[in-house]
C-alpha cells in the first residue's frame, strides 16, 4: 500500500496501492454502506441513487472545458453527500437535477448551460436565451455582441 487518507469531507477513504507483480498503481475510494436512496423519476418510477448518472451528467457537460477530473469528481461527491445526508429516503430526480445546476453554474457557466439545456429540455430558443440572459454579463465577459469584448 502506498498512501491511505480520508476524503476532504470525511464521507470517503481513498487508497492508492501498487501491484506487486506488474507494478502498476490505482486507486479505490471506499464508502461507508448506507441505506439505500431510491430515485422518484419523472413518471413516479423509483430506482436505486446512481452517483455514476451525476457524473455521466457532469462529464458530458464539462466536455472540453478546463476542468479536472478530480474537480468533477468532488462535485460529485459533494452532491453525493447532499441527498445522502438527507432524512428523507426518497429524492426526486428533480432534486439531484437543481443541486447538479447549482454546482455547475458556480464552477462555469457553458457547463451550467449544457446541463440545463439538456435537463430543463428547452422547446423554444426564447426560453434558452432566457436562461442565459441570468448570467452577470460584467462577471461572464459576454456582452450580447457574441464577441465576449
Sequence with gaps: MIDTRPSEDGSAIRRRRECLI??????THERLEE?????VKKNNRREP???AKI??????????RSISLETVEQVVESIERQVLDQADREVSTRTIGELVMARLREMD?????????VYREYQAL???????STFDPAKSGFN?????K
Aim: proline residues 2%; glycine residues 8%; positive net charge.
Design 109 to 117: 457557466e457553458v457547463a451550467y448551460v449544457r446541463f440545463a439545456s
Design 55 to 64: 457524473q455521466n451528467g457532469v462529464m458530458r457537460a464539462v466536455e472540453k
Design 49 to 51: 441513487f446512481d452517483r
Design 35 to 39: 441505506m439505500p436512496i431510491r430515485v
Design 22 to 27: 506488474c507494478n502498476k498503481r490505482f486507486t
Design 144 to 148: 450580447g455582441t457574441g464577441n465576449g
Design 126 to 132: 426564447d426560453e434558452f436565451i432566457k436562461e442565459i
